[in-house]
């Protein structure tokens, strides 16, 4: 089975600190996404990478960063965390389309972070 | 801009009986539809996917999922519920050119009652 693992379930940070989030996938999936999920507005992309090094923004970008070094691993960055950015993130994870319009994305449990 | 709208933000039904989610979405070409449902706690898992051919697809647990184009419309049904189904479920809908992209509606809270 994909497993996508998130390095915290919970997270509680201060404002203007450094946070990374941290998503691994052991599938050798070359999509990688996060996305923050808000009472009422569902899930929001907020960054993705098609193949280590390329990012793209998604829908939210604004004060977040990302990282992808390695196929496995995608890091989400908050520069400077803010209270309004108290939210679940999720990562997930998809093959390449391979003569298929799209691939299934599989997630990860998410990370609850609460900015103080 | 693609677009996905679930009406339904809270839905309560009695174990036993039948299902219908909502969801409507806006796409200016084919769209590629997809049912996910996340439990209490949990990340999301896909329950079902339309791409092409077959407008009834069948999925996990016991759900299916009808795309009618002319009411843009691809709502989520389960014959019978269990109390296991209590859940958040989401409709999303990706764009052309295979980039892998998502669409997420708003999501609709499923409460089963005894």
């Known amino acids: 089975d994909v497993k996508v693992t998130q390095s915290s379930r919970y997270l509680v940070k201060r404002t203007g600190e450094k946070v990374f989030l941290e998503c691994v996938q052991d599938?050798?999936?070359?999509?990688m996404f996060w996305y923050r999920q808000d009472p009422g507005l569902g899930l929001r992309l907020i960054y993705f990478?098609?193949?280590?090094?390329?990012?793209e923004k998604g829908d939210i970008p604004e004060g977040y960063s990302v990282s992808r070094e390695k196929k496995e691993r995608f890091s989400l960055i908050l520069e400077s965390a803010s209270t309004n950015q108290t939210s679940m993130y999720l990562c997930?994870?998809?093959?390449?389309?391979?003569?298929?319009?799209?691939?299934?994305?599989?997630f990860g449990p998410g990370t609850r972070l609460t900015v103080l | 801009a693609q677009s996905v709208t679930q009406p339904d933000i809270h839905i309560t039904v009695s174990e036993g009986a039948s299902l219908e989610l909502r969801c409507n979405y806006s796409?200016?070409?084919?769209?590629?539809l997809f049912w996910y449902v996340q439990s209490p706690g949990q990340g999301l898992q896909l329950l079902l996917k339309?791409?092409?051919?077959?407008?009834l697809v069948q999925g996990i647990k016991g759900f299916e999922a009808e795309f009618k184009r002319s009411q843009s419309s691809f709502n989520l049904r389960k014959p019978s519920v269990h109390w296991s189904d209590a859940a958040e479920y989401f409709c999303?809908?990706?764009?052309?050119?295979?980039?892998?992209?998502?669409?997420f509606g708003t999501g609709t809270r499923l409460t089963i009652i005894p």
């Open positions: 997930a994870s998809s093959s390449l389309s391979s003569g298929k319009p799209y691939n299934e994305q599989f």
């Open positions: 599938m050798d999936h070359e999509n």
């Open positions: 990478s098609y193949d280590v090094k390329m990012k």
């Open positions: 796409y200016g070409a084919t769209p590629y």
């Open positions: 339309y791409f092409s051919g077959d407008t």
């Open positions: 999303a809908v990706g764009g052309i050119g295979g980039n892998e992209k998502l669409t």
